[in-house]
């Protein structure tokens, strides 16, 4: 039998592979489809690449372009700073709900509203992955973490934060906003590749949120994960365009 | 666009807070990361209104984490930048000053003290030095200028940029709301036709595509292992160890003949020097030490001033914070030390000469 194995992306940095993350994790699919998107569009030497501390850390070492560790919910002021400085790189901020939701909101939220020309990627697993799965801004309603052991209860903390739709909300023209998943990769591949152009062309903020899969702390097997991002999720979380520039819609 | 702020030398009176803003145009900052906070707000007025006229930016950010942390961003795009804060927003610059100091990212800040703990005033004192020498998760391998007038915090903000960039260490420029409030004459200057000017240099987004024609630039923080974590950290104290001859810095006066030795700092220093010369002019045995560079602290300077001391006083706007950084320099040393502590307050010459007759004559224990 010829064993047919999938072509690593140009821009990734083969001597990191195979990649840290669990088996069956989403976030090596996300950042496929950005490696891909980064090959397609030929920027391997403009893209600056952020990562925050949560499993996003596991990502530090993973492409062959210029990358930067920052601090939990920081990466997005981080990646702000470079881009002012240097307008022709191409910034990536890659969090996860935790570090874009929680504890670094407010940056999310002024970046947005200042139209920053970067490029967020925002991975959802609904929850704190790296630190043993307690609840997140994007934990469903019932659903059981460490720190939700009976389930998330809405009374007591709220429901799940919609993230492109903020994003959408409290933006002007210009801005991109979407939520793809690792469940649909070309479709997710689509948008990452959308929000970096509308960064490229100088339009503003672009910002991507991807459901993920985390079997870790889901303690879901194969299958289960599956049925759990592509029926669970969703019905929380829908997919799509939130916000795209004029003339940019498909 | 002009690109030159000064040329020459030029006598100019203004608040600290301008001087601040003429120093990094001078020193060739190219933009300013900030947040409004009292007592600092003018060195931002002052830099919108000058910036644009010689091409340098400016972001207000949302907080002074992100203040700290666009700055970060900013340096590592290889840009001379800096960032201005105070109080409650110094105790928010730690943590990305805590994310400088593991990655020798070369930050400025100036700090303009004012009163603490808490929100307490916008006026002034000298109790932030714990947290600007020593704030952050880790062992303080930062540089720490302690200014005392205008002509120093023109000198002293050009000579951050310098030592910032040549050491890659975060370093703060240390005043305080007098200083930042207050008009003085001093001479501004052009440090490019002075001195040598470290030039900056990018971290990220250097010609070539990564793992093609170059390395690529994965800057870390954070380690999976104790021993990683260790062997960074150790080369990195060894740098800071070796840099320690080169960065410190005093002043000193009639330490040979001097039976009370007084050791001030910043905008007190002031007020105690002005006392101590008068008293030694009068013929009575006093000097005093004032410490520059708060860290790395001039510990061999200190030591060789106190030799012949019979008592030491520290005086300060704060409960002990410049105290607990002599006491621990002076290790060993056999000397009483007596303490004038005014935290949150201003100290006069008077004050200061009132309280050293009394250890002079022995009226005071
Ligand atoms: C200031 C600060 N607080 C807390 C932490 C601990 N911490 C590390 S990762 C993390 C959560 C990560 O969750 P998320 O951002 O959702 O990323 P994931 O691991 O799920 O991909 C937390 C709370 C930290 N590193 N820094
Ligand atoms: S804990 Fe979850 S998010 Fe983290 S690497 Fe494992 S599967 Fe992925
Ligand atoms: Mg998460």
Same mark, same amino acid.
């Given at each position: 039998?010829?064993?047919?194995?999938?072509?690593?992306?140009?821009?990734?940095?083969?001597?990191?592979?195979?990649?840290?993350?669990?088996?069956?994790?989403?976030?090596?699919?996300?950042?496929?489809?950005?490696?891909?998107?980064?090959?397609?569009?030929?920027?391997?030497?403009?893209?600056?690449?952020?990562?925050?501390?949560?499993?996003?850390?596991?990502?530090?070492?993973?492409?062959?372009?210029?990358?930067?560790?920052?601090?939990?919910?920081?990466?997005? @002021?981080?990646?702000?700073?470079?881009?002012?400085?240097?307008?022709?790189?191409?910034?990536?901020?890659?969090?996860?709900?935790?570090?874009?939701?929680?504890?670094?909101?407010?940056?999310?939220?002024?970046?947005?509203?200042?139209?920053?020309?970067?490029?967020?990627?925002?991975?959802?697993?609904?929850?704190? &992955?790296?630190?043993?799965?307690?609840?997140? @801004?994007?934990?469903?309603?019932?659903?059981?973490?460490?720190?939700?052991?009976?389930?998330?209860?809405?009374?007591?903390?709220?429901?799940?934060?919609?993230?492109?739709?903020?994003?959408?909300?409290?933006?002007?023209?210009?801005?991109?906003?979407?939520?793809?998943?690792?469940?649909?990769?070309?479709?997710?591949?689509?948008?990452?590749?959308?929000?970096?152009?509308?960064?490229? &062309?100088?339009?503003?903020?672009?910002?991507?949120? &991807?459901?993920?899969?985390?079997?870790?702390?889901?303690?879901?097997?194969?299958?289960?994960?599956?049925?759990?991002?592509?029926?669970?999720?969703?019905?929380?979380? @829908?997919?799509?365009?939130?916000?795209? @520039?004029?003339?940019?819609?498909? | 666009?002009?690109?030159?702020?000064?040329?020459?030398?030029?006598?100019?009176?203004?608040?600290?807070?301008?001087?601040?803003?003429?120093?990094?145009?001078?020193?060739?900052?190219?933009?300013?990361?900030?947040?409004?906070?009292?007592?600092?707000?003018?060195?931002?007025?002052?830099?919108?209104?000058?910036?644009?006229?010689?091409?340098?930016?400016?972001?207000?950010?949302?907080?002074?984490?992100?203040?700290?942390?666009?700055?970060?961003?900013?340096?590592?795009?290889?840009?001379?930048?800096?960032?201005?804060?105070?109080?409650? *927003?110094?105790?928010?610059?730690?943590?990305?000053?805590?994310?400088?100091?593991?990655?020798?990212?070369?930050?400025?800040?100036?700090?303009?003290?004012?009163?603490?703990?808490?929100?307490?005033?916008?006026?002034?004192?000298?109790?932030?030095?714990?947290?600007?020498?020593? *704030?952050?998760?880790?062992?303080?391998?930062?540089?720490?200028?302690?200014?005392?007038?205008?002509?120093?915090?023109?000198?002293?903000?050009?000579?951050?940029?310098?030592?910032?960039?040549?050491?890659?260490?975060?370093?703060?420029?240390?005043?305080?709301?007098?200083?930042?409030?207050?008009?003085?004459?001093?001479?501004?200057?052009?440090?490019?036709?002075?001195?040598?000017?470290?030039?900056?240099?990018?971290?990220? *987004?250097?010609?070539?595509?990564?793992?093609?024609?170059?390395?690529?630039?994965?800057?870390?923080?954070?380690?999976?292992?104790?021993?990683?974590?260790?062997?960074?950290?150790?080369?990195?104290?060894?740098?800071?160890?070796?840099?320690?001859?080169?960065?410190?810095?005093?002043?000193?006066?009639?330490?040979?003949?001097?039976?009370?030795?007084?050791?001030?700092?910043?905008?007190?220093?002031?007020?105690?020097?002005?006392?101590?010369?008068?008293?030694?002019?009068?013929?009575?045995?006093?000097?005093?030490?004032?410490?520059?560079?708060?860290?790395?602290?001039?510990?061999?300077?200190?030591?060789?001033?106190?030799?012949?001391?019979?008592?030491?006083?520290?005086?300060?706007?704060?409960?002990?914070?410049?105290?607990?950084?002599?006491?621990?320099?002076?290790?060993?040393?056999?000397?009483?030390?007596?303490?004038?502590?005014?935290?949150?307050?201003?100290?006069?010459?008077?004050?200061?000469?009132?309280?050293?007759?009394?250890?002079?004559? *022995?009226?005071?224990?």
């Amino acid at each position: 039998m010829v064993e047919i194995l999938p072509k690593m992306p140009k821009s990734w940095n083969p001597e990191s592979k195979p990649h840290k993350f669990c088996p069956g994790c989403g976030h090596g699919l996300v950042l496929k489809a950005l490696g891909q998107a980064i090959d397609e569009l030929g920027i391997q030497d403009r893209v600056v690449f952020g990562c925050d501390i949560g499993c996003s850390l596991l990502s530090w070492d993973f492409f062959n372009v210029d990358t930067v560790q920052t601090h939990h919910g920081r990466t997005t @002021p981080v990646m702000v700073g470079i881009k002012r400085a240097n307008p022709n790189l191409v910034v990536v901020a890659y969090m996860g709900d935790g570090g874009g939701y929680a504890i670094g909101s407010q940056h999310l939220v002024n970046a947005a509203t200042r139209n920053e020309k970067i490029t967020c990627i925002l991975v959802n697993n609904t929850n704190y &992955a790296m630190t043993g799965g307690q609840m997140a @801004p994007t934990t469903m309603p019932g659903q059981k973490t460490e720190t939700t052991p009976y389930g998330r209860d809405v009374e007591e903390t709220g429901y799940p934060m919609l993230g492109p739709e903020m994003v959408a909300a409290i933006t002007r023209e210009g801005a991109y906003a979407a939520r793809g998943s690792v469940a649909k990769f070309a479709q997710l591949k689509k948008y990452i590749k959308k929000a970096l152009e509308n960064q490229m &062309a100088g339009r503003g903020f672009s910002f991507v949120e &991807a459901l993920s899969t985390c079997p870790t702390n889901w303690r879901t097997n194969a299958a289960q994960t599956w049925q759990f991002i592509e029926e669970t999720m969703t019905k929380y979380f @829908p997919l799509g365009e939130f916000k795209v @520039p004029e003339g940019k819609e498909d | 666009m002009n690109d030159k702020p000064i040329t020459g030398e030029k006598k100019v009176f203004m608040t600290g807070n301008e001087v601040v803003a003429w120093a990094a145009l001078a020193a060739g900052a190219e933009v300013m990361f900030g947040y409004p906070i009292t007592p600092q707000n003018e060195i931002m007025h002052y830099w919108t209104r000058l910036a644009p006229k010689y091409g340098r930016k400016f972001l207000q950010t949302e907080d002074e984490l992100s203040a700290g942390f666009t700055l970060i961003g900013g340096v590592l795009a290889g840009k001379k930048a800096f960032t201005a804060t105070a109080g409650p *927003g110094n105790v928010l610059m730690q943590e990305p000053m805590s994310m400088a100091e593991a990655m020798r990212i070369p930050t400025v800040a100036v700090i303009q003290q004012r009163g603490g703990p808490s929100t307490a005033t916008v006026i002034y004192s000298q109790q932030e030095v714990n947290l600007t020498c020593f *704030g952050g998760n880790g062992e303080g391998l930062r540089v720490v200028y302690s200014t005392s007038s205008h002509q120093e915090l023109f000198d002293y903000t050009i000579k951050a940029f310098n030592t910032a960039w040549k050491y890659r260490f975060p370093t703060f420029v240390l005043a305080d709301g007098y200083q930042a409030k207050m008009r003085e004459s001093l001479v501004i200057y052009d440090p490019f036709e002075k001195m040598e000017m470290v030039e900056p240099e990018p971290f990220v *987004g250097k010609p070539g595509t990564p793992g093609v024609d170059r390395k690529p630039a994965h800057l870390r923080n954070a380690y999976s292992v104790e021993e990683e974590l260790y062997e960074a950290l150790s080369k990195d104290i060894a740098d800071y160890e070796k840099a320690v001859p080169e960065l410190v810095e005093h002043e000193s006066f009639n330490t040979e003949e001097s039976e009370l030795l007084v050791i001030a700092h910043g905008v007190v220093y002031r007020s105690a020097a002005m006392a101590v010369k008068e008293l030694a002019e009068e013929g009575r045995k006093v000097g005093y030490f004032r410490p520059i560079t708060l860290r790395p602290f001039p510990q061999e300077q200190l030591k060789e001033a106190a030799r012949k001391a019979k008592q030491i006083l520290v005086v300060e706007s704060a409960y002990g914070q410049l105290y607990r950084l002599v006491r621990e320099n002076l290790y060993g040393a056999d000397i009483p030390l007596k303490t004038m502590f005014m935290p949150g307050v201003g100290i006069t010459p008077e004050e200061v000469r009132e309280k050293c007759v009394a250890l002079l004559d *022995g009226k005071e224990a």
